[in-house]
């Protein structure tokens, strides 16, 4: 162990003329990487704003008048309200379990969360209409006693469901098992029942990972297309989330509209990094801890 | 460890900490009602066609073209996000620039934006008559609506992956080793080959098969900037799509099924990376 | 978000000793305790996020109480180029049907290529009418599913066709590469822009129409699929649907030709300007067929019968018709319909695919199903 050194090591200032690349390169490098943004990152965003203002504010507005665009709103607003509580549960619970405690087969376990991150959108969606739609597993049985799953709410959040069904988890799980199990020992010989220990000990532990997620898969949810557009069914003021309805206002010509959805959703996404970012500038050490970036 | 009080019990004892059967119970409910099942009713839609009628769908020269065309470009638009994405991480950690700060921000944009208006932002920006498109159309080059722009689309989508899995490791690199190794004479480039990337090369191999996984699936942010045509730029996500409206559903399960198995194989190759550097390299 | 994969790397980086000092002093808890636990600064946030998610949670469920109201609602799942008809036409229908019944009354209404409109309704969307682009999209609903019954075209007039419609060529101002008929399209210098006939109805009338012109020159079938595939061979994109192509077209600026629906050539002249865009109208063209049938199955089950049946009846008042020449269909009542608005429909010689490939199953098997003349075309074209 050579804790002291490490640290002194850290604080100490760097003699760059060795451990650096000379002057010339240094730019170089960092030309490309700034280029390389602003050409794939930055440019979009901004075309997205440009475009959204391209004949005023007036316009601008006009496009969240609308009943249709409204209604878009609140579905994308009752999706994000189940499917990111719903994962935030599945996903403390699976970290619990993964992360505090021995069992065969949790790499399995692990993979088989990570999952829904490599499936293709187009298929997320897919899945569902194979098990709900009226040709589908249960079509039938759901039919039969009218409920509707596929083109109405409840299969929109089960698609939403599955595409973020992994972020909290995956931000938790090593972030727990960092932090090992010693506290909660601890916790729980002193007397605090299993409940309280997680409360009062774990949460506090994990509250900036936890948080940061549950942006990350809000955002996500809020913003998913390929998987809603297979089993939302396009009816305007019913199963229209907002990114469907982006595409709509495209299809209908009114670019501005389009752009202008598009950019609430651009918005939030922004919101999403700046507070992402004010996070890990304020809470460093804390997120350090937990094996933040 | 944790520099606690004597303790009477043993350091490790399972027993201790409640709730595993509950939030196994749980996690594992969830996992199978969400992803499981639904999986595998796509499984048995597809399998209706036999492992010899599958094989028949892939080899269909649309179907194959299809597939051949989505891995193709993501393995290309993969290799380009990581050597960016290595760049740009090391860029990030390593100088100190204004503005830095807002620029490691933005790396995770892809993540946020919603694909659809990924899509239509970077359709109306890589077109002919778009800002970026104009330029390029002066040297002859067509960004949009050919292969070309379903590879700008995967780079984007595939660059917070490359950035993000490298940069912490970046980021807690020895410095004592690289001094350790200009103080023995080594050239900085020497340094960097040698001493610096090996240790890297896991993580940039696990941001490739993750960007990779993601650009053979992407849908939303593709369909806007990809010509759509046969044999052409028609991506597999696409075809399934067009399989589903022509009412093919086992085509389209088959289809489905093949890159289910694939994202598969890339989580494995996953793990198998990072179970080969735990020997490598020793990490645990 | 995925660097948490090779967290285990990056641990194994990060000294041991580190996360010790990272890690904040484990709480002490008295012995006798059982549920007073010290409130450390951490527990203040947790708090935050615990009511921001309430706050989220209840947000929505406020917002949803308002539009489910009691009334009557129709769906109507129609294709792509419609949008704009059916928003005045579902208006004038409710007007009419509160002046008749005094009862309010929505008509949603839903917009995509025509055949993944038609695989919506087959997977279960609750439909009570189906306005499609194409009959064969109606007849995969009814194979599939039955919830439409196999002569829905003698249940409404005139097969089911309030209007039709045809294919015309919409090119730059001035027409540059000059482009007057169907066998322009096939010129090697000629971009021609057009959905993909998989998935967009107009597609299919685009490729049929082009098929039945070459057809009607020489009846001969093999040179008629030959023409297809020049033409096809010019096209640089497929969209999905008929919006996208236009989008394409228009937007993006790209192509020289954009044979599409009749009203849509019209419709791009008015959202682009008409200084930018010159309508072609070929001497000969298709006679596009857009049906509408009731889904028997999804009305009975939702009680929804009578304004469904009024609804599509609606279709072929005077009204309604003059509402489909207003937006450049061709309306089945021609003295129901604005003389002026007519004036924009000229007379072109128009034959019938059926008339050429028989009935709605062969031509779509013929050509369009998997392995049939547009398939083989594209491989061919490679």
């Known amino acids: 162990m050579s804790e002291g050194i490490t640290l002194e090591a850290a604080a100490a200032p760097r003699p760059r003329s060795v451990i650096s690349e000379g002057r010339g390169v240094r730019w170089l490098l960092t030309g490309i990487a700034i280029l390389f943004l602003a050409l794939f990152l930055v ?43 719903f994962n935030l549960v599945f996903g403390v619970a699976a970290a619990w379990a993964i992360a505090k405690f021995e069992f065969p087969g949790k790499s399995l376990l692990i993979t088989l969360i990570d999952l829904p991150f490599s499936v293709s959108p187009v298929v997320s969606g897919m899945i569902y209409v194979l098990v709900f739609g009226s040709q589908g597993l249960f079509g039938a049985f759901f039919i039969e006693h009218g409920i509707q799953i596929i083109f109405a709410v409840p299969g929109i959040v089960l698609a939403t469901i599955f595409v973020t069904f992994p972020f909290i988890a995956r931000e938790l799980i090593p972030l727990m098992q960092e932090q090992g199990t010693a506290e909660e020992e601890a916790a729980l010989t002193l007397g605090a029942s299993g409940w309280h220990a997680f409360r009062t000990v774990t949460l506090p532990n994990i509250r900036w990972g936890l948080l940061y997620s549950v942006l990350l898969c809000n955002a996500r949810a809020m913003g998913e297309f390929g998987a809603v557009s297979v089993v939302s069914g396009h009816i305007r003021g ?34 999403t990094l700046v507070i992402k970012s004010v996070l890990e500038w304020r809470y460093a050490g804390d997120l350090a801890a937990g094996g933040r970036h | 460890m944790v520099a606690t009080p004597p303790r009477r019990f043993h350091f490790r ?19 199978s009602l969400v992803v499981l099942l639904p999986l595998a009713a796509l499984v ?138 200009a103080t023995l004479g080594a050239k900085r480039l020497l340094t960097l080959t040698r001493v610096v990337l090996p ?86 | 978000m995925f660097d948490k994969t090779n967290d285990k790397l ?52 406020l917002g949803l109480a308002s539009p489910v109201l009691a009334e009557t609602a129709l769906l109507n799942v129609s294709y792509d180029p419609t949008r704009e008809l059916y928003r005045e036409v579902n208006a004038a229908f409710a007007e009419e049907w509160k002046a008749k019944t005094g009862e309010a009354i929505t008509v949603r209404a839903s917009h995509g290529g025509s055949g993944s409109q038609a695989r919506t309704v087959i997977d279960g969307v609750d439909a009570d009418v189906v306005t499609l682009g194409i009959p064969s999209d109606i007849d995969a609903i009814v194979k599939l599913t039955k919830k439409i019954p196999a002569d829905w075209r003698d249940k409404q007039p005139n097969q089911g066709l309030p209007y039709t419609s045809t294919v015309v060529f919409l090119v730059r101002k001035g027409n540059p590469k000059g482009v007057k008929d169907w066998n322009d399209l096939g010129k090697p210098d000629v971009k021609v822009i057009t959905p993909n006939p998989k998935t967009s109805a107009g597609g299919r009338w685009n490729f049929l129409a082009a098929w039945g012109y070459a057809y009607n020159q020489d009846k001969d079938v093999e040179k008629a699929n030959a ?90 008042t005077d009204k309604a018709q003059a509402i489909f020449a207003k937006h450049r269909y061709r ?47 594209s491989k061919a074209g490679r």
Not at chain 2, 16 to 25: A, C, E, H
Not at chain 2, 53 to 72: H, M, N
Not at chain 3, 259 to 273: C, D, H, I, M, R
Request: hydrophobic share 50%; net charge neutral.
């Open chain 1, 43 to 85: 440019l979009p965003l901004l075309t997205v704003f440009a475009q959204a203002l391209a004949r005023g504010w007036a316009a601008y507005f006009e496009a969240f008048a609308e009943p249709d665009a409204r209604s878009a709103i609140r579905l994308t607003l009752t999706v994000a309200a189940i499917s990111v509580p």
């Open chain 1, 238 to 271: 019913l199963t229209n989330t907002l990114p469907l309805h982006v595409e709509i206002l495209y299809n209908e010509y009114n670019f501005v509209g389009a752009f202008a959805v598009a950019s609430l959703l651009a918005g939030l996404a922004l919101v």
């Open chain 2, 13 to 31: 004892r399972p027993s201790v900490i409640p709730g595993f059967g509950l939030t196994f119970g749980y996690a594992l409910t969830c996992l």
């Open chain 2, 44 to 181: 048995a839609r597809a399998s209706g066609l036999g492992l010899s009628g599958i094989w028949d769908v892939a080899r269909d020269p649309r179907v194959a073209s299809a597939l051949r065309l989505s891995f193709g470009v993501s393995l290309l638009a993969a290799l380009t996000a990581s050597v960016f994405g290595f760049v740009v991480a090391w860029v990030l950690t390593r100088y100190d620039f204004p503005g830095r700060r807002i620029v490691d921000a933005a790396v995770d944009l892809p993540f946020a934006l919603p694909t659809a208006v990924a899509g239509i932002a970077l359709a109306s920006l890589y077109a002919p008559n778009g800002l970026v498109g104009a330029q390029l159309a002066k040297v002859g080059i067509q960004a949009a609506y050919t292969p070309i722009g379903i590879f700008i689309a995967m780079v984007f989508i595939g660059l917070p992956f490359a950035v993000r899995t490298v940069q912490p490791l970046i980021a807690e690199i020895d410095k004592e080793v690289e001094e350790a190794s």
């Open chain 2, 199 to 284: 240790p890297l090369i896991p993580a940039v191999l696990t941001g490739f098969a993750l960007a990779f996984a993601r650009g053979v699936g992407e849908y939303g942010s593709i369909i806007f900037i990809a010509g759509n045509l046969p044999f052409v730029s028609e991506i597999a996500p696409l075809l399934i799509v067009i399989k589903l409206s022509e009412f093919d559903y086992a085509g389209a399960a088959a289809i489905a099924t093949i890159m289910l198995g694939i994202s598969f194989l890339t989580l494995l190759v996953i793990n198998l990376i990072q179970a080969w550097s735990r020997r490598r390299f020793g990490y645990v």
């Open chain 3, 10 to 61: 990056r641990r194994a980086v990060r000294c041991s000793d580190r996360i010790v000092v990272a890690h904040p002093p484990a709480p002490t808890f008295p012995e006798d305790d059982t549920m007073q636990m010290p409130v450390t600064r951490a527990a203040r946030p947790v708090h935050r996020i615990r009511s921001l998610l309430l706050a989220a949670c209840l947000a929505p469920a």
């Open chain 3, 227 to 316: 023409f297809v595939g020049q033409i096809y061979k010019n096209v640089p994109i497929l969209d999905t649907g008929a919006r996208g192509s236009t989008v394409t077209f228009a937007q993006r600026g790209l192509g020289d030709v954009l044979p599409t629906w009749e009203n849509e050539a019209f419709l791009v002249l008015q959202e682009f300007g008409a200084d930018k865009f010159d309508i072609v109208v070929p001497p000969t063209s298709i006679y596009a067929e857009p049906p509408v049938a009731l889904v028997d199955a999804n009305v009975d089950r939702k009680g929804t019968r009578k304004a469904a049946e009024a609804y599509l009846a609606f279709l072929y």
């Open chain 3, 331 to 377: 309306p089945l009542k021609r003295e129901a319909a604005d003389k002026a608005d007519l004036a924009f429909l000229p007379d072109v010689k128009l034959f019938k695919i059926e008339d050429l490939q028989g009935n709605w199953d062969d031509i779509q098997k013929k050509n369009f199903d998997n392995g049939g003349l547009f398939d083989q075309l």
